[in-house]
């Protein structure tokens, strides 16, 4: 059984950085893509960044060039660098393992506020 838990949210001023970590428990973390989503009060859950299990990476519009994902098989953890965060980065992160059959496990959260 896979279990995810996130890490590192917090409050920052805007401008600054954050570094979310996202554990994984189970077998078979090197195979299968990983992605952090956000959710903002009000809003839908949205694609934030993925990385598949060969290192691909892809960025929504939005986090371009300010954000990093990246992943560390021997530790089974996934990665999500912020950097020059907004108010509007303001959600709740979550880490989302998507494995080859097509089954999905999320993480249960974890909460970033940027301050204007």
């Known amino acids: 059984q896979v279990q995810l838990v996130e890490s590192g949210g917090g409050l920052v001023q805007a401008g600054g950085s954050l570094r979310l970590s996202c554990a994984a428990s189970g077998s078979g973390f090197e195979s299968n893509a990983m992605a952090w989503y956000r959710q903002a009060p009000g809003k839908q859950r949205e694609l934030v960044a993925i990385?598949?299990?060969?290192?691909?990476?892809n960025y929504a519009d939005s986090v371009k060039a300010r954000f990093t994902i990246s992943r560390d098989n021997g530790k089974k953890t996934v990665y999500l660098q912020m950097n020059s965060l907004k108010p509007e980065d303001t959600a709740v992160y979550y880490c989302?393992?998507?494995?080859?059959?097509?089954?999905?496990?999320w993480g249960q959260g974890t909460q970033v506020t940027v301050s204007s």
């Open positions: 990385i598949t299990n060969t290192g691909s990476t």
């Open positions: 989302k393992m998507i494995t080859m059959l097509g089954v999905y496990y």
